[in-house]
């Protein structure tokens, strides 16, 4: 068993390399199915922004601290537990998305985002709060993990670096879309001052649940559920070409490779659950988690954790959670300022990721996050400095404490085209299909993870270390150039089938004949029995 193990850890699947990428308004105008596909499953992402930074403002606002009178900890919580929450939806995930398709899971999903929106909106007591912020978090880690899932399966290589964007591109709207509505009911004088904005994300979780059953499988899914003539319908409809179409013939036929290869390395592997009905399939599920720490796949598993791991300790989200406060923290006074500040980094947000959505399949990943890594650096240690030097004296130095909010946005703008978009693009393209909704519950974790850790410390490190927590995040940032610049692969142009190239190792000779043999089998005009009968 261990030399079949190894042998599938240095095993390379060879293809045909790196394929011309193309800008993504090309793209999308030749195929606008996929990317009104793609566009639509990315109100998932906008469901993750709007509640993400929704409570940023809710939690300032006079009505909710009379209903909710917290200790700045409790407060620190109120928003932490959603990402808890998400914590646990990522892992919880993964079995779903293999076994029932990505589409239906996401359709679930919706329904717990509506019950805690619900319980949210309507929460009397703190715990009614806490419950609905935590249901609501099982929803949003879910919706994080499946989304960039399911539009990297559908997407062309060419393009599919940009379609899996529109995910970042929708929380920052979100993000932008709850920081505004905020704003506007601050002026209200009831409890509806917080309640509607809380209740008004069950339209996001209405409107993707429903709308998701009309929208196709992933062909990926499919394949590897043994509907093989769907699989290649639906890749017809995705790339807007008949199914005896040459591109659309060899597409089905790779992805039909690598799922009887995945199959076959698993008969191999795990003979003793083949056949044993549900509780083999639960056993063989149970085994892929730990077929993630071979070396071939661990590496990629790493990669994506240490990517959401930097994604959260750069800072960003800590800026997003309490914005408010910090922006208070530098000298700015008044509940209107520190508010519109804020709704301006939902601006800047979600302007500076529209580039990476049109150009990044041209731009490459790494080097987009090396230079964001730099700038981003630079950010933090000016406010470091500047409110090293203020910390004390802002009255009379105001304009040193905006200095300070355009450095906030200098630094929002360099996330938003890159650590933002691209830590969620790398993790959805790099794994086996076997192994991608298992590995991508663990990335997403991770990320939910460090975001909790996140909106736990950075209340009492802004009361205790001050200007020390832009010097914390200055270092992770630094950090993360260090990363991206020995580790992280280039992978544009690549279909999620030849990732085995970047990351495999070696020529393990068992695993290569049986993947030639598996490729002579459906090389040349292999398709479908009942679909080449229908052609006829």
């Known amino acids: 068993m261990a030399d079949k193990e190894a042998c599938?850890?240095?095993?390379?699947?060879?293809?045909?390399?790196?394929?011309?990428?193309?800008?993504?308004?090309?793209?999308?105008?030749?195929?606008?199915?996929?990317?009104?596909?793609?566009?639509?499953?990315?109100?998932?992402?906008?469901?993750?922004?709007?509640?993400?930074?929704?409570i940023s403002g809710v939690q300032e606002m006079e009505t909710f601290k009379a209903r909710f009178p917290m200790t700045p900890t409790q407060n620190g919580f109120v928003v932490a537990i959603l990402e808890l929450g998400a914590w646990a939806g990522a892992w919880l995930s993964a079995y779903p998305a293999d076994r029932f398709s990505r589409k239906y899971t996401i359709v679930i999903a919706c329904v717990v985002f509506l019950i805690g929106s619900s319980f949210q909106g309507g929460a009397q007591t703190v715990q009614y709060l806490l419950a609905g912020r935590f249901v609501c978090g099982l929803a949003v880690g879910s919706l994080s993990m499946l989304v960039p899932m399911y539009q990297s399966e559908i997407a062309p290589p060419e393009?599919?670096?940009?379609?899996?964007?529109?995910?970042?591109?929708?929380?920052?709207?979100?993000?932008?879309?709850?920081?505004?509505?905020?704003?506007?009911?601050?002026?209200?004088?009831?409890?509806?001052?917080?309640?509607?904005?809380?209740?008004?994300?069950?339209?996001?979780?209405?409107?993707?649940?429903?709308?998701?059953?009309?929208?196709?499988?992933?062909p990926r899914w499919l394949m590897s559920r043994g509907r093989e003539e769907e699989a290649l319908r639906v890749l017809s409809k995705l790339r807007r070409k008949p199914i005896d179409h040459p591109d659309v013939q060899a597409e089905w036929r790779e992805i039909k490779i690598s799922v009887e290869f995945d199959n076959e390395m698993e008969r191999q592997l795990y003979p003793q659950y083949i056949n044993k009905g549900s509780k083999g399939d639960i056993m063989i599920g149970i085994m892929g988690y730990r077929d993630l720490f071979r070396r071939g796949v661990f590496r990629r598993v790493a990669i994506g954790s240490i990517l959401m791991f930097f994604q959260q300790f750069c800072g960003t989200n800590s800026l997003i959670y309490y914005a408010p406060k910090i922006f208070q923290s530098v000298g700015l006074s008044g509940q209107t300022i520190s508010l519109l500040a804020t709704g301006i980094i939902g601006i800047i947000n979600l302007v500076c990721t529209i580039p990476t959505v049109l150009f990044l399949d041209k731009m490459g990943r790494k080097p987009t996050l090396l230079v964001a890594s730099v700038f981003m650096t630079l950010a933090m240690i000016t406010i470091a400095v500047i409110s090293s030097i203020y910390k004390d004296n802002w009255v009379g130095n105001e304009g040193k404490g905006w200095a300070c909010v355009a450095m906030t946005y200098f630094f929002i703008a360099n996330f938003a085209y890159?650590?933002?978009?691209?830590?969620?693009?790398?993790?959805?393209?790099?794994?086996?299909?076997?192994?991608?909704?298992?590995?991508?519950?663990?990335?997403?974790?991770?990320?939910?993870?460090?975001?909790?850790?996140?909106?736990?410390?950075?209340?009492?490190?802004?009361?205790?270390?001050?200007?020390?927590?832009?010097?914390?995040?200055?270092?992770?940032?630094?950090?993360?150039?260090?990363?991206?610049?020995?580790?992280?692969?280039?992978?544009?142009?690549?279909?999620?089938?030849?990732?085995?190239?970047?990351?495999?190792?070696?020529?393990?000779?068992?695993?290569?004949?049986?993947?030639?043999?598996?490729?002579?089998?459906y090389d040349g005009s292999y398709i479908p029995t009942h679909t080449k009968t229908e052609l006829d």
């Open 8 to 54: 599938h850890d240095r095993a390379v699947i060879h293809h045909k390399g790196p394929i011309k990428t193309t800008n993504a308004l090309k793209g999308f105008v030749s195929n606008p199915y996929v990317f009104a596909t793609a566009l639509f499953a990315s109100i998932g992402g906008i469901t993750f922004g709007y509640d993400q930074g929704v």
């Open 418 to 521: 890159a650590w933002g978009p691209i830590g969620w693009v790398i993790p959805a393209e790099i794994f086996p299909l076997r192994a991608r909704a298992k590995a991508m519950s663990v990335t997403t974790s991770a990320n939910w993870m460090c975001n909790f850790i996140i909106a736990q410390i950075v209340p009492p490190m802004l009361d205790n270390i001050g200007y020390g927590t832009y010097v914390f995040f200055a270092c992770f940032c630094a950090l993360s150039f260090v990363f991206v610049y020995f580790f992280v692969p280039e992978t544009k142009g690549r279909s999620l089938e030849e990732m085995d190239e970047i990351f495999g190792g070696g020529t393990a000779e068992t695993d290569n004949e049986i993947f030639r043999r598996i490729e002579q089998q």
């Open 159 to 218: 393009v599919r670096g940009s379609l899996v964007s529109l995910q970042q591109l929708a929380i920052t709207f979100g993000i932008l879309v709850s920081f505004w509505i905020d704003f506007g009911t601050q002026y209200i004088q009831s409890e509806a001052q917080w309640r509607v904005p809380l209740c008004l994300q069950l339209i996001l979780g209405l409107l993707l649940g429903f709308g998701m059953l009309f929208f196709p499988f992933s």
